[in-house]
């Protein structure tokens, strides 16, 4: 453990990464460079845009006297070797133990506020005639962090995955949305259980739920409606959001645990640029009770954990484009990037009349500026 006062040691960062058990073999448990010193390091290149382990390298090498100013670095940089096997052998289920302890210290989520459960395969990671390491990930969509991770062998162990994601993270009063694949009763009964609420998409794995929904849509019986209109990116959207609370609950709706509402989302795109008209119906069910609005607004916040946490990791981060193919190295970098857009995402602050921008103009503003990083860092540093 860190305690030199001479050094800005962030009290979150040490207490939650220092349990982790560093991998590497010596005879005396001694090492020339330590652990957390190297995950700092990473995180600090990756916020400025180097992520590949020789550019980590050149990174710290480069901000030695900048690193200095949070732990000693009594033996400067380590190679890129060094830094590639430890990520290849730290036990990625403890770092995301740490991970996801780390970002509970922070009070960031409101009673009802929505967490987003969804799976990404990381193509990079691909072995010969193996898929790729599939994550599942639990997103809080309304403040776009990150809170936890669980690894797959392909996407069909997302249904498995997910209860214990569940386990991993505090969900009282909080309403977790999950695609078809994670529409299981099993999960439902989780969500209940750990005293939270669910919205699950219904589709054809789920054929006799899907088809008693089609049939309890009864204009007639819709107890509540909203109509929302978006424009954007050449296409005009209209969504159309219908729900029944006085359903009858028979023996294929009443194996839900809790369930209260069924929800019915139409869904009109038109195309500006062509004028072509496509139409889709998606079903839900519920165990909020709540206006048509509010489930408009909740339904399509949980593709947040699609457009602000797996677009991010492919085009700010270029995850599938990275071949790291051994042991846990693509599910640790995983973690790291995660790490890198809470720390992002963490700085806005809505009060500010600075400007927010882009995590890639972030990512620019740190690679240049030392006192810009050390915002960025702000969850790590105990001075701020």
Not at 38 to 51: K, Y
Not at 97 to 122: L, R
Request: charged share 30%; proline share 1%; net charge neutral.
């Amino acid at each position: 453990m860190y305690t030199d006062s001479s050094y800005h040691y962030d009290k979150h960062f040490v207490s939650s990464f220092s349990s982790l058990i560093d991998p590497r073999r010596t005879t005396n448990g001694n090492y020339t460079y330590p652990m957390l010193e190297i995950l700092f390091l990473t995180i600090s290149a990756i916020l400025s845009g180097r992520d590949t382990y020789n550019d980590i390298v050149i990174f710290g090498e480069i901000k030695i006297d900048w690193l200095r100013k949070y732990f000693p670095y009594e033996k400067g940089i380590s190679s890129h070797d060094t830094i590639s096997k430890l990520f290849q052998k730290i036990d990625n289920e403890a770092f995301n133990d740490c991970f996801t302890e780390w970002i509970s210290k922070y009070s960031f989520t409101n009673k009802e506020s929505v967490i987003s459960i969804d799976g990404k395969c990381i193509k990079g990671s691909a072995k010969r005639k193996k898929g790729g390491v599939h994550i599942v990930s639990a997103f809080a969509s309304e403040q776009g962090l990150s809170l936890s991770q669980l690894v797959t062998d392909k996407k069909s162990n997302e249904i498995t995955a997910i209860p214990d994601l569940i386990d991993l993270i505090s969900i009282k009063d909080k309403v977790i949305t999950i695609d078809a694949m994670g529409c299981q009763t099993k999960i439902a009964k989780k969500i209940i259980h750990k005293e939270g609420d669910y919205v699950l998409q219904v589709k054809g794995n789920q054929e006799k739920t899907e088809e008693e929904l089609k049939i309890q849509f009864n204009p007639d019986l819709v107890d509540d409606s909203n109509i929302t209109e978006d424009v954007g990116h050449g296409r005009i959207e209209t969504r159309i959001c219908e729900i029944i609370t006085n359903f009858e609950k028979n023996s294929t709706l009443e194996k839900w645990k809790g369930i209260q509402s069924l929800i019915r989302v139409t869904s009109c795109v038109i195309h500006q640029d062509s004028d072509k008209e496509t139409v889709q119906t998606r079903y839900y069910i519920s165990s909020l009770n709540t206006s048509a609005k509010e489930f408009n607004r909740i339904i399509r916040l949980h593709w947040a954990i699609e457009n602000n946490l797996h677009w991010c990791l492919d085009v700010i981060f270029r995850e599938d484009n990275k071949q790291r193919k051994k042991e846990n190295s693509a599910a640790n970098f995983s973690i790291i990037y995660k790490i890198a857009l809470n720390l992002m995402q963490m700085t806005d602050d809505r009060k500010s009349k600075e400007k927010k921008g882009s995590f890639k103009e972030k990512i620019t503003r740190s690679t240049l500026d030392d006192n810009y990083r050390e915002k960025l860092l702000n969850a790590f540093l105990c001075n701020n």
